[in-house]
């Protein structure tokens, strides 16, 4: 983590990302500083808090966001929304609230739709916001079901209401015409709810809305008010059951892709590797034969997706694999971009079954990353998995995401435990607020997550629990945020 930060300091400092190779800068995220943003917490959990400190002044003097900047409301949520707002439960810093809640004011627009399903960018000086072309016009799943853990927080650390209301809107839509197997289309038109395509994927643009079915849950407390969520996510895994195959002759277990209702395509997304550790994740909370059924499927699924790196000559995964009768797996996209959905999964396996093949596998996958990545000047994907060619971009997400998960792989579990901390789809962990089930419930619509009105005292009970042990330096009381209240 220190040698991919460093690099990004001497290099790029206040781009969104290093291109190490090439040495320099570049912005695709409208120049939001997106690997600042986007590596806060993994400074802050890793102890690094030199590094954290000029980070967050950066964030205090240089971040803005009144930019001409087509800006995707999924990405700038992700990273951006969800960075901050993790930050600011890690250290109490009141910039980091100051500023998601701004952020968030000028993304609001792209939810005002006939239905209120956003649309995917938006221009984040002017406020217009629209959909692209090459999705004829509709939105994509993900993009419009993976901003509901992000506002659902921001409402719960300002008191205001107006961004919880808006992202569950979009989910009582999508309820309106939710199919029986759970099992929702990737485009849908924002202005009459209804899918424009019968295509279904766990991969890329459906990936993270099942996801947060079931994060949203759980940042609920698992109450009655968010009840609708872990049925819905439930209903979804049945469906997700229908896609299940199997390869020959080695028999790894994987997600297949649905065209049409009775056409498939046996293909799996690195992406979807999410979908193990969801799994294992969601084991908790519901009948003793799912949860075996769940964890089970995890398993299966885990083995595949580190089959994805052990396979190829590098040891890194491709971006997807194809699978025919009788070759079991072959590489289809071949680039590997640092993603962190496997080691995503094994941490949530480790912690989960306390099995040390999980943390076998992620050695491996991080030696492959040391071997192949691993420049001079940051770390880089790879054009070709088979060959070895290297790219020249060093991703925000390998930050925030990739390096996090492989050190909470290796930590104990009582580093950000997972019964007060719940992760969003780009890693940052969002502390679950207690709810008090005695306060009014506004709007009452059907669903709601309300919020106590002193939840930021509580928040601030929560940090001070795990504090209470006297004699401990200044540095390492900050440290102690992030571990369980024993």
Known sequence: MLHAWSSYEKYAWGYDEL??????????????????????????????HEQFTKAKQWVATSLDFNKNYDASVFETTIRVLGGLLSSYDLSEEKVFLEKAQQLADRLLPAW??????PYNTINLAFGYARNPGWTGGASTLADLGSEQMEFIALSQRTGD??????????????????????????YINPHSGHPTTSRITFGAMGDSFYEYLLKVWILGNKTEAVKQYRQMWEQSME??????????????????????PNSYTDKMDELACFAPGMLALGADGTTTENARKYLNLAKELARTCYEFYRSTPTKLAGENYLFRQGEDMIVGTPYNILRPETVESLMYLWRKTGDKIYRDWGWDIFQAFETQSRTESGYVGLRDVRSGEKDDMMQSFFLAETMKYLYLLFSPSSVIPLDEWVFNTEAHPIRIIPRDENVSHAPAEEGNIVL??????????RHALAEIKNGIKARMIRQKRIHGSQ
């Open 19 to 48: 291109q190490p190779q090439s040495r320099r800068g570049i912005n695709q995220f409208g120049g939001l500083g997106a690997t600042i943003v986007d590596s806060l917490d993994t400074l802050y959990i890793m102890g690094l």
């Open 112 to 117: 005002n739709t006939d239905t209120g399903i």
């Open 161 to 186: 209401p107006k961004y919880r209301i808006k992202v569950e809107n979009v989910i009582q839509q999508i309820r309106k015409n939710f199919p029986q197997d759970g099992l929702v289309p990737m």
């Open 239 to 260: 469906g997700m059951m229908s896609l299940i195959r199997k390869s020959a002759p080695s028999s790894f277990t994987y997600i297949a892709e649905r065209s049409s």
């Open 452 to 461: 106590p009105t002193n939840a930021q005292g509580r928040l601030s009970q």
